[in-house]
């Protein structure tokens, strides 16, 4: 992956409310996001998320720390200087923000108005978005007249009329139904390979993260838990706010009560099609029972998980776990979480 | 009653209040708009929140408001004599009734300008819009439909005004009203003065709401 980090935000902190009644939005925030790479930002509503994308352009302002954008430390810019560099990273919105008393085309024109652009160029330049998106067609639609994901192909198409080299997504699915979910998320891939602008996306969706991002943070209670790249993170989740967003609600909520110990595997590429557990449990001679199982399809490669309680003779123990290792399966321990 | 001179009484009558109301509405806008959108903007919700200087001019809007019509025709007919060289007349009842909406219409337009979805003010902004262009570009064009809507209850409004100052010699329906209705007794004349008013005042109503429809984009 390319290394120039396109934004770098160090040691951000963010609070909101008075002196004595303060509240904690974002807690030492330390991020670096490479250039042409989709960056997934993770956590469920509350986490701080929303925050934290805002300050990547500065419409929230950070309370301590810096945001350093090619290499230039922008968090203590004039508004003037601000606005500037907002022509350099486009946003769209979870609910598409658009002008609602615009049509498509004038909706693409506004931020070439606001850069100085003219008349007929931004004309041209929003047709040639219009048609990237899909939307050569409904160039006098009014926003009323387009389906909630047209809206997003203009809100996108919009966001990229001034060739921004970061495109901030938050929520930009959350208001959108699967199938059409899937269509602007592979809209957003091919923009990537395409225009190779770099995309922060912002969700609470795991599944917007295994489609296309390739480094993943989850963050939780205001905090970065863990940051890395997409699978690994999958595979081996270290903190309970990772695993509580792997694992749907309802699979994991309950911490295990009761003795004995517990294992999470994680199959990955042909392992998930051999009878891994059978196996086990013939060789072995053990039988083990499975706690959770269920699998997971991250950038075209299948994932099985499984979570088995191991039995308490720890002989037995002692051949399961080699028996793994031989078999190349990774797997982890867990107390008190499975 | 109905006879030729009624209805050159009930002419000149309308002619003078339309010019009233109109001019005054006019020029109501003409201060209100910038006072309402300095309002909306420097909210402390808003794009640019400055609390204290929101709330002095907030204050100011709300003192005039306050003040009712009647008394404020009164009290300021020096100023007024001041300004158009008298104190009676359709031309000098501009004044009182600039000054009483004014405010009026600065909160009317406040409150359109704060019908804007926060989301799209927040979009421009983060694709590097001004202050000013917000303004201009967003909040305006936005509200533009509840601005007109706004615009016929301000016109209606002041047409209510306009009759009050009758009884200060302010010319047009109203003070045909007051003089023949209420000092002459002459309630059939009251009467029709109030049908004329009530008709305009209709039909005001429907212009405002068909032109705010009409370029309503967000219906269709």
């Given amino acids: 992956m390319k290394d120039i980090p396109t934004i770098e935000i160090r040691e951000l902190n963010k609070t909101f409310g008075t002196a004595e009644n303060q ?81 498509a085309m004038d909706n693409i024109c506004f931020p070439l108005e606001i850069a100085g652009v003219s008349r007929k160029e931004a004309v041209q330049r929003a047709r040639e978005l219009l048609e990237t998106v899909g939307l050569a067609e409904k160039e006098n639609a009014y926003p009323a007249q387009l389906s909630g994901g047209q809206k997003q192909r203009v809100a996108i198409a919009r966001a990229l009329a001034t060739n921004p080299k970061v495109l901030l997504c938050d929520e930009a699915t959350s208001a959108l139904d699967p199938t059409t979910t899937q269509s602007i998320l592979s809209l957003l891939k091919e923009l990537n390979q395409k225009l190779g602008v770099t995309i922060i ?107 088995i309680k191991l039995p308490d003779d720890e002989e037995v123990s002692r051949r399961i776990l080699t028996y793994l290792e031989l078999e190349k399966i990774s797997y982890s321990e867990e107390k008190n979480y499975v | 009653m109905f006879d030729e001179g009624l209805f050159a009484l009930i002419g000149q009558g309308l002619l003078e209040t339309l010019y009233m109301t109109l001019i005054s509405t006019l020029m109501a806008y003409v201060i209100g708009l910038p006072v309402g959108m300095f309002l909306a903007v420097t909210d402390k919700e808003g794009i640019r929140p400055m609390p204290t200087v929101n709330r002095i001019v907030g204050g100011i809007v709300n003192i005039l408001r306050s003040v009712p019509f009647v008394i404020l025709l009164v009290a300021i007919m020096p100023f007024t004599r001041f300004i ?102 002459q309630t059939d004349m009251m009467l029709v003065m109030v049908v004329v008013l009530v008709i305009i005042v209709q039909i005001f109503q429907e212009i405002g709401t068909f032109i705010a429809n009409k370029c309503d984009k967000r219906i269709r």
């Fill in chain 1, 23 to 103: 509240v904690v939005a974002l807690d030492n925030i330390n991020i670096s996001i490479c250039r042409g790479e989709i960056f997934g930002i993770i956590g469920l509503s509350g986490a701080g998320k929303s925050t934290l994308v805002r300050c990547i352009n500065l419409l929230e302002r950070p309370t301590t720390g810096s945001v350093i954008f090619e290499g230039v430390d922008i968090t203590n810019f004039t508004d003037q200087e601000l606005r500037k560099v907002r022509q350099s990273i486009g946003m769209i919105f979870q609910s598409f923000n658009l002008l609602m008393q615009r049509t």
């Fill in chain 1, 201 to 307: 996306i912002i969700t609470h969706e795991m599944k917007v993260i295994e489609q296309i991002c390739n480094r993943v943070a989850i963050i939780d209670n205001s905090r970065i838990e863990e940051v890395g790249p997409v699978d690994e993170v999958f595979r081996h989740p270290k903190t309970l706010a990772a695993k509580k967003l792997i694992f749907p609600k309802g699979d994991f909520s309950e911490p295990l009560t009761g003795n004995g110990k517990y294992l999470r595997l994680v199959f990955e590429g042909n392992s998930a099609d051999r009878p891994i557990i059978a196996n086990m449990v013939l060789q072995c001679g053990a039988p083990v029972s499975i706690v959770f199982a269920n699998t997971k399809n991250i950038d075209g490669h299948v994932f099985g998980h499984m979570v």
């Fill in chain 2, 84 to 185: 158009t060289g008298a104190a009676i007349g359709s031309t000098a009842t501009i004044v009182p009734l600039v000054i009483a909406a004014a405010p009026f219409v600065a909160r009317l337009v406040e409150s359109s300008a704060k019908e804007v979805d926060r989301g799209v003010v927040e979009a421009s902004l983060s694709m590097g819009a001004s202050t000013l262009e917000v303004v201009w570009k967003v909040l305006l064009p936005e509200a533009k439909p509840s601005l007109i809507v706004g615009a016929a209850i301000a016109t209606t409004t002041i047409l209510g005004y306009t009759t009050m100052s009758g009884f200060t010699g302010g010319g047009g329906l109203g003070t045909i009203a007051i003089n023949y209705g209420y000092y002459r007794s």
